[in-house]
């Protein structure tokens, strides 16, 4: 199962192929424009875009090429925390003229200065499909202490439920049942599920309880 030394050796390296291979502009376009791909708009107008506005102070876990985080710096503020310095570099560059993004490079589950409770919306997509289960849990331990009371937590999960996870090595052994369960003891209830947008994953909404 994938791991953070998995992660960060393979992303690493996908970058420098992903920009000889593919016409693209910014890194993670080669798997799809939002705006251009339909399951990926219905996923950022029910789970992504109802939750950004100009008072929320937003945590991104794995900006990757700023995909997602060009839509969440509509925020008043953004953490964009990745444990690949390659990828935070991108980042950096994409928005060097956004004063509202703050950069975090994490070794894994943690999140580093980022204070308690100081958190209104945490989003990930694309992330936990290669994180396995025991640290989703340290992540899911680190968001409850970051989040405030009435923030909303939204991520994008393996689901081996799923023929299209079942085939991919690098999809973690997760699916909704045990999500549910790692979600739940770690102090959260969920409010919003979907197992139909992505063939190979599905998403949890969730609030502290």
């Known amino acids: ?57 937003a945590l991104e876990i794995g900006s990757g090429g700023g995909r997602w985080t060009d839509y969440l710096r509509a925020c008043q503020s953004v ?16 928005f060097a003229d956004d004063d509202n993004l703050t950069i975090v490079l994490t070794e894994g589950s943690n999140l580093p200065d980022v204070a308690d409770t100081s958190i ?17 849990l340290d992540y899911l331990v680190e968001i409850r202490r970051v989040i405030a009371d009435d923030g909303t937590v939204v991520i994008h999960y393996a689901d081996q439920n799923k023929v299209g996870a079942q085939k991919n ?9 045990l999500m549910r369960a790692l979600i739940e ?23 502290p309880r």
């Open 1 to 57: 199962m994938p791991d953070i030394a998995w992660n960060k050796a393979t992303w690493t390296r996908n970058v420098p192929h992903a920009f000889k291979s593919f016409d693209i502009e910014n890194y993670g376009d080669h798997w799809g424009k939002v705006e251009d791909t339909p399951h990926l708009i219905d996923f950022r107008d029910r789970f992504l875009l109802p939750f950004v506005n100009p008072k929320v102070r």
């Open 169 to 177: 090595d690098g999809f973690a052994r997760n699916n909704p049942r």
């Open 185 to 207: 003891h770690s102090g959260f209830e969920i409010v919003d599920e979907d197992s139909d947008i992505f063939k190979h994953s599905s998403v949890a909404r969730f609030e």
């Open 79 to 94: 953490v964009c925390v990745d444990v690949n310095q390659v990828m935070l570099d991108l980042v950096r560059e994409r």
């Open 120 to 136: 209104d919306f945490v989003f990930s997509h694309d992330v936990f499909v290669h994180v396995d289960p025991l640290e989703v």
